[in-house]
């Protein structure tokens, strides 16, 4: 608080005394402008809070935070300004409070409703991984429910081997009746199944438990069971005297043979790679979008010119916008244009990957020192040899990292896409939560946690590498070496000349297979004999290890393309093998013999990229061709969600009618008004069929109305279909003939004759709030409490763990190692799974809603959180410890003064950071019953309401980037305070 | 020869860097450029590769107008002169090898050179050009993991795969402590006298200048304010080129006055 330029010297009293007209007046007078400004703007906040979840009884603390501000002003005129800690607690009181009030916090639910997450909790300790094949006994028999007289015949026959029966044809629900089988394996378990007339599925329950009988040595058994009375849904119920029929079934499934992968498993597994290439084709591809618009971005290259500026800033605003919107909400978007299916998926991820990483490497081309560009200019070199020479080292490292890091975040992102796209991991989970196959979807989420923590460690061993500073591999240049005598380079060359064969070899046997047998023979000689050329003429220049290792991948991808291309004709396949050959040929050529063994690695993954490229372009049903056939659909997309519902003109209904009596001589004629809108008919009355001409005159102008013929009770029908419009003077003319609706029968007692009418909406009154804008800003108050809170939770909870899993807290004792490694492994298997999947959990625990969404959200930042506050932890200066051990203080005093200091900082900047990302993921948690916005959103998406959801979208687009600005500013002061 | 007539450099803000700066060197000359920092040394400099566009003036550099030469014209007299920076501008996370061959780059392949493909004879070139700044054996370790002097030596050997007939160094030695100092510019000293290489080089000390220079000339605000030999610098003169409050320090020895 130093002094500012306008500072007033104000008696103490009469400082607090402006205060407590004016909060934060006092404070401004007296110089602390930033105080003053914000202990206002805090209590306008909160009050704001308090109003809107209406519970006056918060009104004390804030209260006793305004007599606070007039108490800190009265301080301040003293010199000595109060202490913040008591305001900041109340509000703490107030926003939490109302917090849980609004996100509908129960915790009581937790113990209430754990019956209902129980079988889900034990089943994730019970995944359905092998299982013995089984033979299976399945008898069944037609049941009529209810009976009635006469009982028809049943719908459906009994099996005959094995056979079940019932001791009654009919019962009504709730009744028990006899069951009886024979023929069944003998002395074995039999399950007992019902079947209602939709189709559906249900196995016959005692106390809540599965039913199981067992049969008799015969095959023989014979149990009393209940009509189920939840067997048919309540809107199929039969009519009174109505029957329908069921069927009773007894399954027995005997295993046998040896343990097998359950069909679960397989699917996990195949939808598991369909992730994994789903996200690898974003990643790759977004790449190529993002380093174009990466350059677009970055202030150095753009700086110079009026119009490259404005082309920045428009560049980073779109940047900042796509961000701010999940990917799960491109995903909806995305599924109105091309369809629900993993294309739209795909297209999601991409889209926000380009974005994120578009950032992200603007950021690194900013941070690219000018120094050795001059350096490389100066020497001559094209511009060309400039960006390979000094541009790229500098990046390169950055963009290594960055795209890894998104690789990361969008093999996450891809195992819950599909619970919106329909496609993948997700929506299979969605499916067993659905049908309580909880065994299945254990599997599933076991599945996901291993394959992302693998992927995991994977990339984070990479990324250490690239930053301990092994050179970018591209550029290590292989010095020269003398070429040894002609008799050693035969013998040397050997294994290189086994390895061009067969790697040219391969694919054109595939190709040759097709071909006659002469020229296959010349084929096969021309290709040998190039072999042999090209390693005997092998090139002297020491060639990059990259690029030789992608030569020695060439071959057979070149031949994989063209086949894939083409199917067939001769000449096609003779270029398929020439284009092998002579990829084959430039590897002889150019790989050094003496260097082969370096360059397996990355020949491998050159050819295992491109492999996993085409095969996830497959996958994803890359459809270019209909993004282009649905542009229109997608200009329309666009445009309904760029357009939000902000404001309506309220509307009432508005009609004209005539009276058209059918037939004539009932009722009065039709009378016409001198001015305002009317109605004209060409004729007073007729019969139906007669051609009649119905003119609006006076209407709105390029209106649309509808026209109808309305009977005396009401009923009501369209004169025409897709019709009409008034045109630009107001008037209607329409064709037509009078509609035996309107005819009314006077001797069946109807006196009262129908109309025409033409109705429309006319708006009255002015503009005012759509009545969505009040509910997307409720929602996104309710979102924003809701990551509050679960970023609060996973802070409380993470600090106590993270100490267990911080290197030099744990020690080197046995048991602290041991609890080090098992914590540590915990918490990044916990952090595999994402938010999307324990709120999906929490939702069946305690109920859709905000509060499921706390505790996914929460839950999930717990591990995130004590995983960064570990690292901060591990990277404490043991300096100041020393000292403070040194003059004898408690371990107690030691962690107090010595140690929280240095952590205060860290841990801070690492909260906002998870606040950051739990905003953004409380926009989406409501896809999964999670409460807020993204719930909202997605309803109205489904009711085809795009202005709405667009009015919900810009709503979170504000939200996130606000937040995301505001806690930058933050993270900087705190940072920047800590130095 | 390398004429400067009449350069004069204005940045975009007004900022006035060089004026009507007019003068001759001579092939073979060591020629130090004076002057305080913001006096337009480091823009002289870079005027003449034109990694600055002057404002007006012509730089004519044996009959070749450097000035006029543009695209592929400019680079092939840009690969003529070589530059050593103060900060050495090396690609730090790139071998000591990969940044003295940039220095061919000029001349190499120009596409074979993009995928780091060079000749043999540019390998010798590049091992012999750091066996005379005498680290042969960093050859293959990243550039950031070198000494201050180390990577300055590097940045010569860089200059010398170019086989230039002028060298510009820009304050070479300023970021170096007193005895690499003068054991750099005995290196550029060496490429002077021995391989006959004009050098033009800006610098701080005095003592360096008289030690290492055949000529002098002194920029104060962007005009030339001194053109000699630096027996001619006296105390006077000195203070012309560095203001009133200036004094003479020498390094690693006493005041000169």
């Known amino acids: 608080m130093g002094t500012t330029p306008r500072r007033l010297v104000l008696p103490p009293w009469l400082a607090g005394l402006l205060s407590l007209l004016v909060p934060g007046a006092g404070q401004i007078l007296q110089g602390a402008a930033g105080r003053g400004v914000g202990l206002f703007l805090t209590l306008a906040g909160l009050a704001g809070l308090v109003f809107w979840q209406r519970v006056p009884l918060l009104l004390v603390p804030v209260g006793a935070v305004w007599l606070w501000g007039a108490w800190d002003a009265y301080r301040q005129g003293k010199g000595r300004a109060a202490s913040t800690v008591v305001p900041f607690l109340l509000g703490a009181l107030v926003v939490y409070t109302l917090g849980a009030r609004a996100t509908e916090l129960r915790p009581q639910r937790l113990i209430t409703n754990w019956p209902a997450v129980r079988p889900i909790v034990r089943a994730l300790l019970r995944p359905e991984l092998l299982a013995y094949p089984t033979e299976d006994r399945i008898g069944g028999v037609p049941f009529q429910v209810p009976c009635v007289e006469p009982l028809p015949e049943p719908e459906g026959r009994p099996t005959i081997t094995p056979t079940l029966r019932t001791n009654v044809r009919c019962a009504a629900m709730g009744e028990t009746i006899t069951v009886e089988g024979e023929g069944f394996f003998p002395d074995f378990e039999v399950e007992i199944w019902w079947q209602n007339p939709i189709g559906d599925y249900q196995r016959i329950l005692r106390e809540g438990k599965p039913l199981v009988v067992r049969s008799d040595v015969r095959g023989h058994f014979q149990v009393a069971i209940e009509v189920p009375t939840t067997a048919v849904p309540l809107d199929r119920l039969p009519a009174p005297g109505q029957t329908q029929t069921h069927r009773v079934e007894a399954r027995q499934h005997r295993p046998y043979g040896t343990l097998q992968p359950t069909e679960t498993l397989r699917l996990v597994?195949?939808?598991?790679?369909?992730?994994?290439?789903?996200?690898?084709?974003?990643?790759?591809?977004?790449?190529?979008?993002?380093?174009?618009?990466?350059?677009?971005?970055?202030?150095?290259?753009?700086?110079?010119?009026?119009?490259?500026?404005?082309?920045?800033?428009?560049?980073?605003?779109?940047?900042?916008?796509?961000?701010?919107?999940?990917?799960?909400?491109w995903a909806i978007i995305f599924a109105v244009w091309v369809g629900l299916g993993p294309f739209a998926g795909t297209l999601a991820l991409l889209l926000h990957s380009i974005a994120a990483l578009g950032k992200l490497y603007s950021e690194a081309v900013e941070a690219i020192d000018p120094g050795p560009i001059e350096a490389v200019r100066a020497t001559g070199a094209s511009w060309a040899q400039v960006v390979v020479y000094a541009v790229w080292p500098q990046f390169a490292p950055s963009f290594l990292a960055f795209t890894l890091y998104r690789w990361d975040i969008n093999v996450?992102?891809?195992?819950?896409?599909?619970?919106?796209?329909?496609?993948?991991?997700?929506?299979?989970?969605?499916?067993?939560?659905?049908?309580?196959?909880?065994?299945?979807?254990?599997?599933?989420?076991i599945a996901i946690v291993l394959v992302v923590a693998a992927l995991d460690y994977a990339s984070a061993l990479f990324r250490r590498r690239i930053i301990e500073g092994v050179p970018v591999p591209a550029e290590e240049t292989i010095p020269v070496a003398e070429l040894p005598p002609v008799w050693r380079r035969i013998w040397q060359g050997v294994p290189i000349l086994l390895l061009a064969a067969l790697l040219t070899g391969v694919p054109a046997a595939l190709v040759l297979g097709r071909l006659g047998p002469?020229?296959?023979?010349?084929?096969?000689?021309?290709?040998?004999?190039?072999?042999?050329?090209?390693?005997?003429?092998?090139?002297?220049?020491?060639?990059?290890?990259?690029?030789?290792?992608?030569?020695?991948?060439?071959?057979?991808?070149?031949?994989?393309?063209?086949?894939?291309?083409?199917?067939?004709?001769?000449?096609?396949?003779?270029?398929?093998?020439?284009?092998?050959?002579?990829?084959?040929?430039?590897?002889?050529?150019l790989v050094p013999v003496k260097a082969l063994r370096r360059y397996w690695l990355p020949g491998v993954a050159t050819l295992g990229f491109l492999v996993l490229f085409l095969w996830s372009w497959r996958l994803a049903e890359v459809d270019l061709a209909k993004l282009v056939a649905k542009a229109p659909q997608g200009v329309r997309t666009a445009r309904a969600f760029l357009t939000p519902e902000l404001v309506v003109r309220p509307t009432e209904a508005v009609t004209v009618s005539a009276v058209l009596p059918v037939p004539c001589g009932v009722g009065e004629p039709a009378t016409v008004s001198s001015s305002g809108p009317q109605i004209v008919l060409s004729a007073t009355c007729g019969n139906p069929g007669d051609p009649l001409v119905i003119r609006g005159l006076g209407l709105p102008p390029r209106t649309d109305v509808s026209v109808r013929w309305v009977r005396a009770d009401g009923a009501f029908l369209r004169v025409k279909e897709n019709?009409?419009?008034?045109?630009?003077?107001?008037?209607?003319?329409?064709?037509?003939?009078?509609?035996?609706?309107?005819?009314?029968?006077?001797?069946?007692?109807?006196?009262?004759?129908?109309?025409?009418?033409?109705?429309?909406?006319?708006?009255?009154?002015?503009?005012?709030?759509?009545?969505?804008?009040?509910?997307?800003?409720?929602?996104?108050?309710?979102?924003?409490?809701?990551?509050?809170?679960?970023?609060?939770?996973?802070s409380v909870v993470a600090i106590p763990v993270s100490f267990l899993a911080a290197r030099n807290v744990m020690g080197r004792t046995v048991l602290g190692r041991a609890t080090y490694q098992v914590t540590r492994t915990a918490l990044n298997l916990w952090r595999s799974v994402e938010p999307l999947i324990q709120a999906l959990i929490f939702a069946s625990w305690v109920g859709f809603g905000p509060f499921a969404g706390v505790l996914g959200l929460g839950m999930w930042n717990i591990p995130n959180l004590a995983k960064l506050f570990s690292e901060a932890i591990e990277e404490i200066d043991t300096g100041p410890v020393e000292a403070v051990t040194a003059t004898g203080a408690t371990r107690l005093q030691t962690l107090v003064y010595a140690i929280v200091p240095q952590l205060i900082p860290g841990f801070l900047a690492f909260i906002l950071y998870q606040w950051d990302i739990s905003i953004r993921m409380s926009t989406v948690i409501g896809f999964v019953g999670g409460g807020g916005l993204g719930q909202q959103f997605l309803a109205w998406v489904g009711l085809d309401e795009y202005g709405k959801a667009a009015t919900a979208l810009w709503a979170i687009v504000a939200m996130v980037w606000g937040m995301d600005y505001v806690s930058a500013r933050v993270r900087e002061r705190v940072i920047a305070g800590a130095r | 020869m390398l004429q400067v007539e009449h350069l004069t450099k204005v940045f975009p803000g007004g900022v006035v860097a060089l004026h009507d700066v007019s003068f001759t060197v001579e092939e073979g000359e060591f020629l130090a450029v004076i002057g305080l920092s913001g006096s337009g040394k480091s823009t002289l400099l870079r005027c003449i590769n034109r990694l600055i566009e002057p404002t007006a003036g012509r730089i004519v550099w044996n009959g070749v107008d450097i000035t006029a030469a543009r695209g592929e014209e400019l680079r092939r007299i840009r690969r003529q002169i070589g530059m050593v920076f103060q900060q050495f501008n090396l690609v730090k996370r790139s071998s000591v090898m990969t940044n003295v061959l940039s220095g061919r780059l000029g001349y190499a392949h120009p596409v074979l050179s993009l995928l780091h493909i060079f000749s043999p004879e540019d390998h010798a070139r590049a091992m012999a050009a750091l066996e005379r700044v005498g680290i042969p054996d960093k050859a293959h370790v990243r550039a950031d993991q070198l000494s201050g002097g180390q990577q300055q030596r590097v940045g010569i050997a860089r200059a010398l795969m170019q086989e230039p007939k002028l060298i510009l160094a820009d304050e070479p030695v300023a970021s170096l402590d007193p005895v690499l100092a003068h054991s750099i510019l005995q290196y550029l000293e060496t490429l002077n006298r021995v391989d006959r290489i004009t050098v033009i080089c800006s610098l701080h000390f005095l003592d360096l200048v008289h030690r290492y220079a055949t000529r002098v000339i002194g920029l104060k605000d962007g005009r030339l304010v001194f053109e000699g030999h630096p027996k001619e610098l006296t105390r006077e003169r000195f203070k012309e080129v560095y203001g009133e409050e200036a004094e003479m320090v020498t390094v690693g020895g006493q005041t000169l006055d």
């Open chain 1, 269 to 329: 597994v195949a939808k598991i790679g369909e992730t994994i290439a789903l996200a690898f084709l974003a990643t790759v591809l977004a790449v190529l979008f993002a380093l174009p618009v990466s350059l677009l971005a970055a202030r150095n290259l753009m700086g110079g010119h009026w119009s490259t500026r404005a082309m920045y800033y428009l560049v980073r605003t779109w940047l900042n916008v796509v961000r701010s919107v999940e990917t799960l909400i």
């Open chain 1, 412 to 445: 996450r992102m891809s195992t819950v896409i599909g619970l919106v796209s329909n496609a993948g991991l997700g929506f299979l989970i969605v499916q067993w939560i659905r049908l309580s196959r909880y065994n299945a979807m254990a599997t599933s989420i």
């Open chain 1, 518 to 589: 002469m020229p296959r023979t010349a084929v096969a000689l021309l290709l040998v004999a190039v072999v042999i050329a090209g390693w005997l003429c092998q090139v002297r220049r020491p060639v990059p290890r990259a690029l030789a290792g992608g030569l020695v991948a060439l071959p057979p991808v070149v031949a994989w393309l063209a086949l894939q291309v083409t199917s067939g004709s001769p000449a096609v396949q003779a270029t398929a093998v020439l284009a092998s050959t002579i990829a084959g040929l430039a590897v002889v050529a």
């Open chain 1, 723 to 794: 019709c009409c419009r008034t045109d630009q003077r107001g008037n209607l003319e329409v064709e037509t003939r009078i509609h035996p609706l309107l005819e009314i029968h006077p001797e069946l007692g109807q006196t009262v004759p129908g109309r025409v009418e033409i109705a429309w909406k006319q708006a009255v009154g002015g503009l005012r709030a759509a009545p969505a804008v009040r509910v997307v800003f409720d929602l996104s108050l309710v979102t924003l409490l809701m990551a509050l809170l679960a970023t609060t939770l996973g």
